[in-house]
């Protein structure tokens, strides 16, 4: 696939117009991948049926094992769902909320995931679950590992939608430094294989206003988790 490297520390990710989205890949790691733009033709499909997905299982705000509040306000679709309380983080075939099944996985969502994974190199991606983040300025993720999932053998596939984003590319400990890259609208990370444990995280999102989306940013990540 085509790639290239990615800017160096000391260049300035917000110089480039940011409402100028670049086609192509760049490669982040032996394993990882952002491909820009690469879920805009899924969009216009995706957005109703995530808006239905997100009817039936709203966003909501959860507390971490360690007390602390987080600033992405969360949902998932799939077989199974992610959520995170007092008691610790999980996968669950039941929305805590509703004690409903948490809403079915939309075609265009899983097609989308499936193709990004195999462009990047891993073929035979069958996410069983979403999850929905949605950050509002401000809001932030701090750098962490995706751990929950009963193997590691399959990627994570990320899209990107909203407001950008500066995301955290770590190693595999906390303390290892970390790329900055700038994430836009219909932009997928994809990062598996030997980058699958590395730590990620996303800066303060900055107040804006997306033309599609609003005066917010959400992010699908897509896993195999059971
Ligand atoms: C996550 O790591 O769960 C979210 C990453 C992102 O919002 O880009
Ligand atoms: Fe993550």
Known sequence: MRSKPIPGPTADLFAE??????????????????LRGYALPWVERLLPELRHVL????????????GFTMSAALSSC???????????YRYTPLD????????VLPD???????AAAAEAGFALFEPDTCLINRYV????????????????????????????????????LRTDKTQKVLLLHGDVVVWG?????????????????HPQIGPQRINLTFRMAG
């Open 193 to 209: 294989g030997v980058d699958r444990l590395r730590f990620h995280g996303v800066l303060p999102i900055k107040e804006g206003v």
């Open 108 to 114: 265009s969502m899983r097609q989308l995931a499936v």
């Open 96 to 103: 805590p909320d509703s004690q409903q099944p948490w809403p």
């Open 78 to 88: 799939g077989e199974l769902g992610w959520s995170t309380d007092r008691t610790g």
């Open 137 to 172: 300025p401000g809001a932030k993720m701090s750098l962490h590992q995706d751990k929950n999932e009963r193997d590691y053998a399959a990627p994570v596939v990320s899209v990107s939608l909203g407001l950008p984003a500066v995301f955290l590319f770590g190693g595999h």
């Open 17 to 34: 117009d940011s409402s100028q989205q670049s086609a192509g890949s760049e490669q982040m790691g032996e394993q990882s991948y952002v």
């Open 55 to 66: 009817a039936q299982s709203p966003f909501r705000k959860m507390v971490t094992p360690g």
